[in-house]
């Protein structure tokens, strides 16, 4: 299914859709002509290395950290992880693994970390819109759905996995410098947990995965630079009931409220979770603000939900959005993976998938490079690293960066775009709803096609100007069309010159 207007469009509206198609491939073939790809310095004389020096180093043992070294371990390869605490931090954070995403764990042969995970699958999307009132817009997510859980559960599944390769040795402390000769990273050094001196630590390779606030993988972000425009509150609801319609497989996702953007869904057999996205600076009293605000402005049958738990938590847990194309790095020795390396909104819980299948092509690529010494042959596998995700990556990030404005700016222009996919997605046979198409797809992760993924966006813009026609003066209408592609426009620019082709 794609968004598109009626047969019926005015002259006027077709020569704006047609402008704004145009300005939308400009900025495209704009961020094309920007994107530089870096030469692989000459390295003179080469590193060298000992038998008794890990194959690998990987700084970070989060989701992706975790991951990559747990694959590495299972194919003989030996690696260290240095990981701050392997401990269960139960912090907020992503906790939504696409239908793709899902899928990617399988083709890594290491889907039996889920046995451990306590979670729960969530099959379909309903949009609520608090200004349009009546039946919410059912999605339903491509197989096998996905899979939402406690990221603490997840990590903790992954580290366990990591603990069993024999191959691989954990080390529990904080990667502090980068090892580096003749400008090529060959190790680490780093602060055991409880230790004051310093150890270092060689390996032709080193992997940084830092995570969502980084300190080693800050000198690779040339280009590109983290950018924080809202947070996410991560609220476990006290006694809430769901809505019509509602339960435990389906994620409620509320909009058109003036302050902020609501998603609830049942995180595991007993715990229900609400994400609320806020635009602007995080609040220093955040139990203050979920009573004060997000109660306030949540639906009816929400309020009392939001005060139970802010009066029942010593503090409410959030974390800060980030946003960050990736950056092309040419530095021999050194890999930057996760959101140290690529970062988008969390609206649509497609950031482990995004980082999984990351994990996947250099597990490939590394399988085919015998001596991680060869840094022309791990260069040459960079620059087709960064071609071969445009089109995944691109429908994930696009689609997130996308979603978030449209879902949670609170402008006149947007919330008649906004309107216009809720009221597209309404309209949606129900004995249709279940059949695969291009936006169960999109928000499954498992379409890569950008241009369906322009049309689709193109069709939100598209049939917006089409319902202004028809239900506005002539007038009014041709001005309030220029309102909305001039905010679309403004739109594209900010999500298509860092996103294009990254």
């Given at each position: 299914?794609?968004?598109?207007?009626?047969?019926?469009?005015?002259?006027?509206?077709?020569?704006?859709?047609?402008?704004?198609?145009?300005?939308?491939?400009?900025?495209?073939?704009?961020?094309?002509?920007?994107?530089?790809?870096?030469?692989?310095?000459?390295?003179?004389?080469?590193?060298?290395?000992?038998?008794?020096?890990?194959?690998?180093?990987?700084?970070?043992?989060?989701?992706?950290?975790?991951?990559?070294?747990?694959?590495?371990?299972?194919?003989?390869?030996?690696?260290?992880?240095?990981?701050?605490?392997?401990?269960?931090?139960?912090?907020?954070?992503?906790?939504?693994?696409?239908?793709?995403?899902?899928?990617?764990?399988?083709?890594?042969?290491?889907?039996?970390?889920?046995?451990?995970?306590?979670?729960?699958?969530?099959?379909?999307?309903?949009?609520?819109?608090?200004?349009?009132?009546?039946?919410?817009?059912?999605?339903?997510?491509?197989?096998?759905?996905?899979?939402?859980?406690?990221?603490?559960?997840?990590?903790?599944?992954?580290?366990?996995?990591?603990?069993?390769?024999?191959?691989?040795?954990?080390?529990?402390?904080?990667?502090?410098?980068?090892?580096?000769?003749?400008?090529?990273?060959?190790?680490?050094?780093?602060?055991?947990?409880?230790?004051?001196?310093?150890?270092?630590?060689?390996?032709?390779?080193?992997?940084?995965?830092?995570?969502?606030?980084?300190?080693?993988?800050?000198?690779?972000?040339?280009?590109?630079?983290?950018?924080?425009?809202?947070?996410v509150l991560g609220i476990l609801l006290k006694d809430h009931e769901f809505g019509e319609g509602g339960g435990k497989h389906r994620a409620d996702m509320i909009?058109?409220?003036?302050?902020?953007?609501?998603?609830?869904?049942?995180?595991?057999?007993?715990?229900?979770?609400?994400?609320?996205?806020?635009?602007?600076?995080?609040?220093?009293?955040?139990?203050?603000?979920?009573?004060?605000?997000?109660?306030?402005?949540?639906?009816?049958?929400?309020?009392?939900?939001?005060?139970?738990?802010?009066?029942?938590?010593?503090?409410?847990?959030?974390?800060?959005?980030?946003?960050?194309?990736?950056?092309?790095?040419?530095?021999?020795?050194?890999?930057?993976?996760?959101?140290?390396?690529?970062?988008?909104?969390?609206?649509?819980?497609?950031?482990?998938?995004?980082?999984?299948?990351?994990?996947?092509?250099?597990?490939?690529?590394?399988?085919?490079?015998?001596?991680?010494?060869?840094?022309?042959?791990?260069?040459?596998?960079?620059?087709?690293?960064?071609?071969?995700?445009?089109?995944?990556?691109y429908a994930l990030n696009v689609m997130a960066e996308f979603s978030s404005r449209l879902f949670s700016l609170n402008d006149e222009s947007v919330i008649k775009?906004?309107?216009?996919?809720?009221?597209?997605?309404?309209?949606?046979?129900?004995?249709?709803?279940?059949?695969?198409?291009?936006?169960?797809?999109?928000?499954?992760?498992?379409?890569?096609?950008?241009?369906?993924?322009?049309?689709?966006?193109?069709?939100?813009?598209?049939?917006?100007?089409?319902?202004?026609?028809?239900?506005?003066?002539?007038?009014?209408?041709?001005?309030?069309?220029?309102?909305?592609?001039?905010?679309?426009?403004?739109?594209?620019?900010?999500?298509?010159?860092?996103?294009?082709?990254?």
């Amino acid at each position: 299914m794609t968004m598109t207007p009626s047969v019926n469009t005015t002259t006027v509206a077709g020569v704006i859709g047609i402008v704004s198609v145009m300005t939308l491939l400009k900025y495209i073939m704009t961020s094309r002509r920007r994107i530089h790809v870096p030469t692989l310095p000459k390295i003179d004389p080469p590193p060298k290395f000992s038998d008794t020096d890990a194959d690998i180093i990987v700084i970070g043992g989060g989701f992706t950290g975790a991951t990559f070294a747990a694959r590495c371990g299972m194919d003989g390869r030996k690696v260290v992880m240095i990981e701050k605490n392997m401990g269960i931090d139960d912090t907020f954070r992503g906790e939504g693994l696409l239908p793709a995403g899902v899928n990617t764990l399988e083709t890594l042969g290491m889907k039996d970390v889920l046995d451990d995970v306590d979670g729960n699958i969530i099959t379909e999307y309903a949009f609520h819109d608090m200004r349009l009132g009546g039946k919410p817009a059912i999605v339903t997510l491509p197989e096998p759905g996905m899979l939402v859980m406690r990221h603490s559960s997840f990590v903790s599944a992954l580290r366990n996995k990591v603990l069993s390769q024999q191959s691989v040795t954990v080390i529990e402390g904080v990667g502090k410098e980068l090892l580096k000769e003749n400008g090529r990273v060959v190790g680490v050094k780093y602060r055991r947990k409880g230790q004051d001196n310093l150890e270092e630590m060689r390996a032709p390779l080193v992997v940084v995965s830092d995570g969502h606030y980084p300190h080693l993988s800050n000198e690779f972000q040339t280009t590109y630079k983290p950018v924080s425009e809202s947070f996410v509150l991560g609220i476990l609801l006290k006694d809430h009931e769901f809505g019509e319609g509602g339960g435990k497989h389906r994620a409620d996702m509320i909009v058109g409220t003036s302050h902020a953007q609501y998603t609830v869904y049942y995180l595991n057999k007993h715990d229900i979770r609400s994400m609320v996205v806020v635009n602007g600076p995080t609040p220093s009293d955040l139990n203050k603000f979920v009573e004060e605000k997000v109660a306030a402005l949540a639906p009816d049958h929400m309020k009392e939900s939001y005060l139970r738990s802010a009066k029942s938590v010593s503090r409410v847990q959030s974390v800060r959005t980030k946003s960050m194309a990736a950056n092309v790095d040419s530095t021999p020795g050194v890999l930057v993976l996760g959101d140290a390396f690529n970062n988008r909104h969390p609206i649509t819980a497609c950031g482990m998938t995004v980082a999984l299948k990351d994990v996947c092509y250099w597990w490939n690529a590394l399988s085919n490079v015998k001596d991680l010494t060869d840094d022309k042959a791990i260069y040459e596998q960079k620059l087709h690293f960064h071609k071969e995700r445009l089109d995944w990556a691109y429908a994930l990030n696009v689609m997130a960066e996308f979603s978030s404005r449209l879902f949670s700016l609170n402008d006149e222009s947007v919330i008649k775009m906004q309107q216009f996919m809720i009221k597209s997605l309404r309209s949606v046979p129900e004995e249709e709803r279940s059949k695969p198409n291009d936006v169960s797809g999109l928000f499954g992760g498992t379409l890569t096609d950008p241009e369906v993924v322009k049309n689709i966006l193109d069709g939100t813009l598209q049939g917006t100007i089409q319902e202004i026609y028809d239900t506005q003066p002539y007038l009014y209408a041709v001005w309030e069309a220029m309102k909305v592609r001039r905010k679309w426009n403004a739109m594209m620019k900010e999500i298509m010159e860092p996103y294009a082709l990254n």
